[in-house]
Each structure stands twice: as C-alpha cells, then as structure tokens.
C-alpha cells in the first residue's frame, strides 16, 4: 500500500483532471447504451480513485460508481470480488459503501439484492470477524440490513451476525514515547529531525481533539459484560495490588520515590502541572521506567497515570466509570499510521506540501489516510472487546465516523438557505406586498392587515398540472430591504396529527399560543445529520409508539398531561462543511414520518429524485425543493393523505404562523414592532376548516421608534414602552 500511494495516490492528488472527466462522463452519460465491457473497465478505474487523499475525487468517484452499479448489480459483484482482498481498506470500505448506495437506488431485484447481500455476509461476517474497520462493518451490514427490510433475506437469516461485537485482537500494543520519538522527519537542509505531521496531529492537534477523542472516551477500559464499570481510583488501585504482588524492594522504593516527587511537584491537586515544571515531572518518570522496565512503566501509563501531567484534555473522574486513556489511544493511532506503511522515504515529501488546520480537508496528507485507517480499526477492536459507558451507546443511530451518504445522488438541492427566488413556486404561491419607502409607510403598512399570509391557501396548492396537494411543512420569507428602512413578513407552516376524538381536547390546549418557531409542531423522529437517506425509516429504531410522540406545546401549561400526537414529516440533513465533498451545499430534506411511509404504502424512488411513490409509482409525497425552484417544504397528495386520515380515524391539524416586522439600518436600533400571528386549521371530511387568528403585537420603546423615525432621541430609554402604538 504505501509504495502505490507513493506512486498511485499522490498522482491522484496532483493531476485528477482526468479522474474527474471520467466521473463526469459517469454522471452524465446515458448508461443503459453503454457496452458491459466499458462500464466494467470504467468501474475498474472510478474503484481505484477510491484511494485518493483528494477527498472530493474520492467521494465523487464513489457517488460514480452508485450511479454505475445502479442497473448492474452483476457488475457490483465482480468489482467488489476483484478488490476484496486489496490490502488497502481505504479502498474497499469505500467500495463497501458504492454497494450500499447502490442498492438504496431500489432497483435491483430481489434475486439481486439477496445475492450482494449474501456475498458481503459470506466474505466478511460467516466467520464472526470482519476486518477491523468501523466504516467498513457499517456499509456491509448496512446493505444487508437494507436487503432484509426489503423481504430479500430468508426469514431464518442471522441478522445479528452483522453486528458487533465481533471477534478482533485486544488490547491494543502499549507504545512507548521512545517509539513516538523515532517518528521523525527533517523539514529542511540543516539536519535537524523533529516530530512527523502523524505525530503532531495525535499528540495534541484537531485530529486527535475532535475525531479521535470523541471515540474513544465513549469506552471503559473494562471488557464487555464487566458489571459495574470501574472508577480511575479502582483502575489505580487494581495496577498497584498486581504491581506489588511480584514487585522488588527496588520496584516498590522507585513508585514511592515517583509519588513523593510527583507530590513535590504538583502538590496533592489533580491538574495539569505547569509548563515549567513539567520536565522535572517528565524525569521522575524517566527514572521510574528505567527502574522497572518498559512493559511495565507502559501498563503503569495506560491503567494508572493522570495523563492530565502534560496539560491534555481527559482526566481520571474523580466520580463514575473512567473513560479509556485517550493518550494510550492516541499513542496507539500514531504507531499503527506508521505500521501501516506511511514512510518519511515514500510519502513526506508530498506531505509536507498539504496545508493544515481545522478545515483543511480537500487534499489531505498520505499520513492523514493512514491515521483514518488506523482510527477505524482503533473504533472496531474497542467496539468488539470493550463496555460502552452509559450514555454512549451508538446501537440506537448511526455511527458517527460516517463521511458520506451513498444513498444521496444529488450534489445540492434548489434551496440554499439563502437565495430568494425571484417567481413564486407553486407550492408557495402567494407573496406579500411590501412597498413601504418612508419610515410612514412602513409603520402603516405594519398596522394594517396586509402580508399576513394565514389562509387556507398556503396549505391547499396544486401544482402546474393541476394536481392538487397538501402542505405538511414550510417557511418563507419576504424582505424589502432599503438603505434607511427594513421590513420583513414570514410565515411558517406545521402540521401534526391526532387522534379524531382528541379534537376538542387539543385545540383548547392550543388556544391563545404562538406555533411561530421551528418546530413548534413537531418532527417525527429521524437520525438526522449520520442517517442515510435511502435508510429511512427502515434503519433505526423508531423511539416512538408506531409514529405517536407525548407532545407539550410550546408556550402552553407544561403542568397539564402530555398530548399524544403523530407528526408526518422527518428530516434529513447532510453537511458540505463536513468531510463530504460530494455535496456542493448544505441539504436539508423533509420526509415522510415512517408511520406515513407505512399507511400510504410508499417508497424512496431513489437518490436523485427524491420522491415517495406508491405501488402504482405515483408521487405520493415530495420535497419539492429537490429538484424545483424553491424552499424546502413537504407535499403530499391532497386526496390520499385525506383518505388516509378518514380510515384511521385522524385529524390533521395546521398551523399557519409568522410575523411582520418594521426595522431601522443594519446595526441600529431602530424598531418599528413586530406583529405575530397564528391560524390553525384542522381536516374534516375530506375538508379543512380555519379557525380564528390569534395575534399579538410587540411594541417598540420610544427610543426605538425614535431612532426609525429619525427624530432626537435624547433622554429616551428602552425602557418606556411607546403608549402612541396600537395594535
């Protein structure tokens, strides 16, 4: 491996033009005229991208390959055999995840989807010990769990065969800081050797921080099935009986001489030791190893030490399970990116050359692949062998190494966040008119009914066929933004459901309450950020009663019992600040809630389109704003979602809410007030009927209004509300 990045990588890293052609030609291309033998001889070189520091090229290559192995699910199967055994993972979890996406897309048979699935579980699980590598685990027996949700497995098949713990070796080696101490390169012509980039980044740099870090404190040092978990003071206590158990006079006066100096020292506080005492700590310790032995100082390091000493960041919980020692962990990460094959020889001359620091990650070091890798493994043989502390169980969601999801084809959706589109969509059909050019007429337009969009229209739409939908969720915004002047009108749609005899009950507890926040009406439950879209809601275990949720609204008693409602919609959401490079922005969808997948019978279409069908493969449900002009909102058909509702006795309820707003200039403090409004409408055979709008006024101070008005605001405060305004 390390002499092909030497060569294979860091030309990918350099010259990935034509990479990056080939991927185009993928994602464009009419793929059901290309012959088999060029789409295997395109699959070949898209799975060696896969290799690639460059992450954008990786992680296009493998959104490719989902593209490609779609329609070929015979394909898929011979790639993956011929790489299998490659000795780099980096490559084969990724092609792990190629064969997830791929199957996510819906369109392999049942005979193809049982035969993948059958292939990953033959080659990697039959013998309970999969490669040691979380993200590779994860993908395989994704797509088999995905396989088994789609009634592709025989009913008799093991799915816990798929999941940890598995069989892996444990413990990991203790390294030494001699060990660490020989990772060292020269950076220039004067001889001088000093730490390599894999050494900085895990002794204390973002890498060991803020991905390592977080993985490995979710662990006690314990073994699986140890009950209770043992505190630091019980892990010191049980290093010191077995230590002076078969310890020499001259053992057991060096760790007394140890403890005397590290209490002269630091004192009898638990903290860090200041910088400039920290090479007197580091000598006792010296003296201390060299009393008695390495392999021992080293078990004495990774069960006993306050690591703390150097000025990190865990220390031994004076309360509580102890985590594991991160600085074993991260010791063990350095020495295993260096075992791997990373060489000063080979790979630091290209390393050097790569930028660092928090968000450097579209061309990342040959050495920052090895630490992935080794980080991987660190996370599997953890996971196999030791007890999760309470609180960190990642059983229940996904995990949290994940980089990308192979389920999403699309790079971007038609709503930024930002962007405001210039023509209405036709599922917000209705803009308000704010044509306010004088502080006056701002006011005035503030004060009177307009641009409070609040009727039934906003949730009754149809589309430019005519078909007509409902909208479950939604906001939009309008601005007239002026140099002097700024005012604003949103509205935010919400929807939950209930059960028909609840009615009553629930819009009293609803009366004189603004639903305005985001999710006010709430979300049904999703994984959110880790959570693969093509792997709602079959995945993860629904934390809910079959959809129903015990929900208190927000601004109401919370003293009063909990209404048990049944939100419709999930989210999804992945990040292009993250360490996905196949996404050009954020994506945030609305889904179906899973209990809706479930009584309207739908599916995913697949990765690009986004849509929900039935079984007849018409659009049931939709984020428009997929692949439309437009906010992010969700649509489901008018009549089936209605019908739905009359056959299992449930009522739909909305809330239509949003305010309207007077400012002055960017930066100042001039206010005009703020109107809020909240409308609610509930269904009701086959209809939907309003109920009376419940609004509120806030009043700026006079100082407020005085600055928007322009006019002397001498001796005014904040604190005097303006009595000239009327609601």
């Not at 290309?34 to 799975?47: D, G, H, M, S, Y």
């Not at 590779?136 to 995905?146: E, P």
């Not at 043992?230 to 010191?240: D, F, K, V």
Request: aromatic share 10%.
């Amino acid at each position: 491996m390390g002499e092909r990045d030497m060569h294979w990588t860091i030309h990918l890293a350099r010259s990935p033009d034509a990479a990056f052609h080939l991927i185009d030609w993928v994602r464009t291309a009419d793929l059901a005229g290309v012959a088999p033998e060029r789409a295997e001889l395109t699959a070949i070189q898209l799975a060696w991208c896969l290799t690639a520091t460059r992450r954008p090229l990786r992680d296009k290559a493998t959104k490719a390959l989902v593209v490609l192995f779609a329609d070929r699910a015979a394909l898929a199967m011979r790639i993956w055999q011929g790489f299998a055994g490659l000795d780099d993972l980096y490559v084969v979890e990724r092609l792990a995840a190629t064969l997830f996406g791929a199957g996510m897309q819906g369109r392999w048979s049942t005979e193809e989807l049982q035969s993948v699935a059958g292939m990953l579980h033959d080659g990697l699980f039959a013998g309970g010990n999969p490669p040691a590598n979380k993200l590779l685990r994860d993908h395989a027996s994704g797509l088999i769990g995905y396989a088994a949700a789609q009634g592709a497995l025989a009913s008799e098949f093991d799915l816990t065969s798929t999941r940890p713990p598995f069989s892996s070796a444990w413990p990991i080696e203790k390294i030494s800081e001699e060990q660490i101490a020989a990772f060292k390169v020269s950076y220039g012509d004067d001889g001088k050797r000093f730490h390599d980039a894999i050494v900085s980044s895990l002794k204390d740099g973002d890498f060991a921080r803020y991905i390592l870090d977080p993985i490995v404190r979710r662990f006690s040092p314990a073994l699986r099935g140890t009950d209770p978990l043992p505190t630091a003071g019980e892990l010191r206590s049980q290093w010191l009986a077995e230590f002076t158990a078969d310890a020499s006079e001259e053992d057991l006066a060096a760790y007394a001489t140890l403890q005397a100096e590290t209490v002269a020292i630091k004192g009898e506080r638990n903290g860090p030791v200041h910088a400039d005492r920290r090479d007197n700590l580091r000598a006792a310790k010296r003296a201390f190893r060299d009393a008695i032995g390495p392999q021992r100082f080293e078990d004495w390091r990774a069960r006993a030490e306050n690591w703390r000493d150097e000025g990190m960041y865990q220390g031994f919980a004076a309360r509580g399970p102890a985590e594991f020692n991160l600085a074993w962990a991260r010791r063990w990460v350095a020495w295993r990116a260096h075992e791997l094959g990373w060489s000063e020889a080979l790979h630091h001359a290209f390393d050097r050359g790569i930028g660092t620091g928090r968000n450097s990650h579209e061309v990342e070091r040959i050495g920052k692949k090895y630490q992935w890798l080794a980080t991987y493994e660190l996370a599997a043989r953890m996971e196999d062998n030791l007890a999760v502390l309470t609180g960190e169980e990642e059983e229940n969601g996904p995990s949290r190494l994940r980089n990308i999801d192979p389920s999403m084809l699309r790079e971007r959706t038609e709503d930024d966040g930002w962007r405001r589109p210039r023509e209405a969509s036709f599922w917000a059909p209705l803009r308000p008119t704010i044509e306010a050019r004088t502080p006056g007429e701002a006011l005035a337009w503030l004060h009177s009914s307009a641009s409070i969009l609040d009727g039934a229209e906003n949730i009754e739409v149809s589309d430019q066929d005519g078909r007509q939908w409902l909208v479950l969720t939604g906001f939009e915004i309008w601005e007239e933004d002026r140099d002097w002047l700024r005012s604003e009108s949103w509205r935010r749609i919400g929807c939950t459901v209930i059960g028909a005899a609840d009615l009553p009950q629930f819009l009293e507890r609803l009366e004189g309450i603004h639903l305005t926040g985001n999710h006010d009406m709430p979300v049904g439950g999703a994984d959110g950020y880790h959570m693969h879209l093509g792997e709602h809601p079959w995945a993860w275990p629904d934390h809910s009663d079959n959809g129903w949720i015990e929900w208190r609204p927000n601004g109401g008693d919370w003293q009063a019992p909990a209404l048990s409602v049944r939100p419709p919609t999930a989210e999804y959401t992945a990040e292009s600040s993250s360490y996905d490079y196949s996404i050009t922005q954020n994506i945030t969808l609305n889904l179906p809630a899973g209990w809706l997948i479930d009584k309207l019978g739908l599916r995913l279409s697949d990765g690009r389109s986004i849509e929900y069908r039935n079984a007849d493969g018409e659009v049931v449900f939709m984020d428009p704003s997929a692949h439309r002009v437009g906010r992010s909102a969700a649509l489901v058909d008018r009549a089936a979602f209605l019908e739905m509702l009359a056959r299992e006795e449930l009522v739909a309820i909305w809330a239509v809410a949003g305010e309207k707003s007077v400012f002055g200039p960017l930066h100042s403090d001039g206010f005009g007030g703020r109107r809020s409004f909240t409308r609610l409408f509930h269904s009701e055979a086959g209809a939907l009927q309003a109920l009376p709008r419940f609004e509120t006024f806030e009043k700026p101070s006079r100082r407020q209004r005085a600055i928007l008005l322009g006019e002397d605001v001498e001796g005014l405060t904040d604190d005097e509300e303006d009595e000239d305004v009327e609601m």
